[in-house]
């Protein structure tokens, strides 16, 4: 019985750390490869969102341009990607932008009418 156990519990281990740590760990090595390897003129996005060009880099800290002479300080963990030169063109091209997408409801909610909980959630009736 306890080599049976054994055998199992070796087998959902391995099922573990194929489906869940490995992939993991790599996802940190390439995120870890893209920090180190940031430098001036690159552009990033952030966590947040965030689109700028690295401006000035430290051990914790980047500088981001982010619009003509406004400039912040982002955590240097907080850089998710760097922009690709092909998108960053689409971008300051204006491409795709003042597209207008259509909400699910036609008629909009104002502050002075709120919503019930049955306009909230009609599954709920």
Do not use: C, W
Not at 44 to 53: H, L, P, S
Not at 89 to 110: C, F, I, K, M, W
Not at 113 to 125: G, H, I, L, Q, V
Request: hydrophobic share 40%.
């Amino acid at each position: 019985m306890s080599g049976g156990f054994l055998v199992l519990l070796v087998a959902m281990f391995g099922f573990m750390y194929f489906l869940l740590i490995r992939p993991q760990r790599q996802q940190q090595r390439k995120h870890a490869e893209l920090l180190s390897s940031l430098k001036p003129g690159d552009e990033v996005v952030t966590a947040g969102g965030i689109y700028g060009e690295v401006v000035q880099l430290d051990a914790e800290r980047v500088m981001l341009e982010i619009d003509e002479d406004v400039r912040i300080a982002v955590a240097r963990r907080s850089i998710t990607s760097v922009v690709p030169p092909e998108e960053l063109q689409r971008l300051e091209s204006g491409e795709g932008q003042g597209e207008v997408l259509e909400a699910d409801s036609a008629e909009p909610v104002t502050a002075e009418e709120p919503m019930t909980a049955e306009e909230r959630d009609p599954a709920r009736n």
